[in-house]
């Protein structure tokens, strides 16, 4: 099993950054990806990396914005947010994926997850 530890959320301004980590322990991981969830909103997906290769995939939303890094030594995983803006603000949550194949459309989809961390606080003020 995993455990996922996410930090780095916090305040920040419209058209600031910030970088969000998540630090993984236990059994290595095919995939990690970062979602989040919006009050009142359904989560949705971020970005995700292949933990093995190193393959980056976003959300359109996000992409060109966000970047997802992994650092295999400490076995965790970053998000840099830059440009944020008021719509970004949600709860956002690591996640990591125990299978050993996945399809490119499935990075994107929840349900093939099996690990998840308690979830960071991000607010973007306008």
Known sequence: QVQLVESGGGLVQAGNSLRLSCAAS???SFAMGWFRQ??????EFVAAINW???S??????VKGRFTISRDNAKNTVYLQMNSLKPEDAAVYYCAAAGRSYMR???YAQGDEY???GQGTQVTVSS
Request: aromatic share 20%; net charge neutral; no cysteine.
């Open 52 to 54: 093995s290769f190193g």
């Open 104 to 106: 490119r459309i499935d």
């Open 114 to 116: 099996d690990y998840w």
């Open 56 to 61: 980056t995939y976003y959300a359109d939303s």
């Open 26 to 28: 236990g059994r290595s």
């Open 38 to 43: 919006a009050p009142g909103k359904e989560r």
